[in-house]
């Protein structure tokens, strides 16, 4: 079977087959993506405001420059790979969500899972981590059950969030370690 079937196929079953009822849920998970993603990063700004924690207020910087590579690289990719969206490829695919522009990649997953990639390497408790990925995962299902995204554009998404998630945290560690190395702990100040 040609992977464009395949991922046609996939699609048009979660399009057709979603649970009773739950097109407001998931247009509703689907919606605050955004929203979720700012809270959080905001939520880890006043904890660090509250505890007046240089160490919390560099885990806000990182996820705050997430943030912002995430709209960059979804809108410069969609700019230059250009995908007809599902619905408007396919008339038997029902659109039930907002989506334009681009398919590639899902934007929602590519948010969704930079800032649960992000957060789960910087709060590594199951009790911040779970949720995180959880949501994430109902944010990428969302995306294809309510026909605004392949699964391909959904996969792409979620390995372009994971990437810049992890890249943007390692380079923060190998800069400050960097620094540190500089600088001995006798003539730095705190």
């Given at each position: 079977m040609h992977f464009?079937?395949?991922?046609?196929?996939?699609?048009?079953?979660?399009?057709?087959?979603?649970?009773?009822?739950?097109?407001?849920?998931?247009q509703l998970v689907s919606?605050?993506?955004?929203?979720?993603?700012?809270?959080?990063?905001?939520?880890?700004?006043?904890?660090?405001?509250?505890?007046?924690?240089k160490s919390i207020r560099k885990q806000f910087y990182i996820l705050a420059l997430v943030l912002i590579l995430v709209a960059l690289v979804s809108q410069g990719l969609k700019q230059i790979i250009f995908r007809e969206r599902p619905f408007?490829?396919?008339?038997?695919?029902?659109?039930?969500?907002?989506?334009?522009?681009?398919?590639?990649?899902?934007?929602?997953?590519?948010?969704?899972?930079a800032i649960a990639t992000s957060l789960s390497?910087?709060?590594?408790?199951?009790?911040?981590v779970i949720p995180l990925f959880i949501w994430a995962m109902l944010v990428a299902y969302s995306r294809m059950a309510l026909g605004v995204h392949y699964p391909s554009d959904v996969v792409g998404g979620i390995i372009i969030g994971i990437l810049i998630g992890w890249s943007v945290q390692w380079a923060f560690n190998r800069f400050?370690?960097?620094?540190?190395?500089?600088?001995?702990?006798?003539?730095?100040?705190?």
């Amino acid at each position: 079977m040609h992977f464009a079937t395949l991922d046609f196929a996939l699609l048009y079953w979660l399009n057709h087959n979603f649970i009773p009822h739950s097109v407001p849920v998931l247009q509703l998970v689907s919606y605050t993506t955004t929203f979720i993603s700012i809270a959080m990063v905001l939520i880890v700004l006043i904890i660090s405001i509250v505890k007046r924690s240089k160490s919390i207020r560099k885990q806000f910087y990182i996820l705050a420059l997430v943030l912002i590579l995430v709209a960059l690289v979804s809108q410069g990719l969609k700019q230059i790979i250009f995908r007809e969206r599902p619905f408007s490829a396919h008339p038997s695919i029902e659109k039930l969500s907002q989506g334009g522009g681009s398919s590639f990649p899902s934007g929602h997953s590519l948010e969704a899972f930079a800032i649960a990639t992000s957060l789960s390497l910087l709060f590594k408790k199951k009790k911040i981590v779970i949720p995180l990925f959880i949501w994430a995962m109902l944010v990428a299902y969302s995306r294809m059950a309510l026909g605004v995204h392949y699964p391909s554009d959904v996969v792409g998404g979620i390995i372009i969030g994971i990437l810049i998630g992890w890249s943007v945290q390692w380079a923060f560690n190998r800069f400050n370690s960097k620094g540190a190395n500089r600088c001995p702990t006798s003539t730095c100040n705190p």
